[in-house]
């Protein structure tokens, strides 16, 4: 993209506000023109990352160094949306309050909580809760424009959410498993949109080396797509969403599986098509999470029978739960 920006220029500003709904807006002024003008586009619009906001409804200036323009990419996450199409997955910093965190955090452990009468450690569920704190962070701007950014698209709808926890297994020795959840073709992953699916794992818990971290092989979907375009008999299958246990790929040259750490209030950019699985959570405390996953406008992904018949139902009652600006999100 060319930017209109002659090279003389020393500074700018960015304008933030905040509101009660936790969205932000951010403009950005170019020596006191607003950078959305049709001179300078819309490359400067950018969410600022921030864990802690400061007072609601408050405009905060700033005077900034006037960028290059692989700069002001970066500003907007291009370098990130190269680590997710070329490693599989990028782990960012999100605007989300402490505040939000613990009130989602709370709502997973109130939906699965512990039975210590039963064998289990590890709960999920899908499409199926409404818990405010919960659809608060599914609707929040920020995730659709990631996933914009991500999947090169103009517009995103929501795909499907669900929560995680991994509670800590005594005496469990460490280990893991190594699967897929999603299959498609080198050329649905470069396209423009992207015809895959954007998804945020969004940590409500730290994740360390010991507290049931993801298991990843960097680059691993990239392998698998130029297989399965390979494939001929595939290729009106896909992209869909399907699970494939590890014995059960191609056996390629794969990187070793590392574990995928981050911080609470962090969210993880992945793409499931990349070989990964959970491990044991031998650490003291549990390991939770919410997923949200996105899809262009336009692009369709496969889903089993089941689920999408889950989805539909879920869709049709959030387009009474979501904020009335924020409906665009399910698809009509």
């Avoid at 819309?42 to 900034?64: E, M």
């Avoid at 991994?166 to 999603?182: E, K, M, R, V, W």
Wanted: aromatic residues 8%; hydrophobic residues 45%; proline residues 6%.
């Amino acid at each position: 993209m060319n930017i209109p920006i002659a090279h003389t220029m020393s500074m700018f500003c960015r304008q933030v506000e905040i509101n009660k709904t936790l969205t932000f807006k951010t403009r950005w002024f170019v020596h006191g023109r607003d950078a959305q003008s049709q001179q300078h586009g819309p490359v400067f619009r950018a969410a600022v990352p921030c864990r802690r906001v400061r007072p609601l409804s408050k405009l905060h200036d700033a005077p900034l160094r006037v960028l290059s323009s692989v700069e002001i990419h970066a500003v907007i996450r291009e370098s990130q949306t190269r680590e997710f199409a070329n490693l599989g997955a990028v782990t960012i910093d999100t605007p989300l309050s402490d505040g939000d965190i613990a009130a989602a955090a709370a709502a997973v452990e109130r939906l699965l909580p512990f039975d210590a009468a039963s064998d289990r450690y590890r709960y999920s569920a899908t499409c199926n809760y409404y818990d405010a704190a919960l659809l608060d962070v599914i609707q929040h701007p920020f995730f659709e424009e990631v996933a914009c950014s991500v999947l090169r698209a103009q517009a995103v709808h929501f795909f499907q959410t669900a929560i995680l926890v991994t509670y800590p297994q005594p005496g469990a020795a460490f280990s893991y498993d190594q699967h897929i959840d999603l299959q498609y073709a080198l050329s649905d992953l470069e396209a423009t949109p992207r015809r895959v699916v954007c998804t945020f794992f969004l940590w409500l818990t730290d994740v360390n080396e010991k507290r049931a971290p993801m298991m990843w092989c960097p680059g691993s979907h990239r392998r698998l797509a130029q297989a399965w375009e390979e494939q001929v008999a595939l290729r009106d299958e896909m992209p869909r969403v399907i699970g494939v246990k590890m014995e059960d790929l191609p056996a390629l040259d794969f990187d070793q599986p590392c574990p995928l750490l981050a911080r609470a209030g962090q969210a993880t950019v992945l793409s499931t098509a990349m070989v990964h699985g959970a491990s044991l959570n031998v650490d003291s405390a549990p390991r939770m999470a919410l997923v949200m996953t996105f899809t262009a406008a336009g692009v369709e992904v496969g889903l089993p029978e089941a689920q999408q018949h889950v989805k539909e139902a879920y869709d049709a009652e959030l387009k009474y739960r979501l904020r009335p600006e924020r409906v665009h999100l399910v698809k009509a």
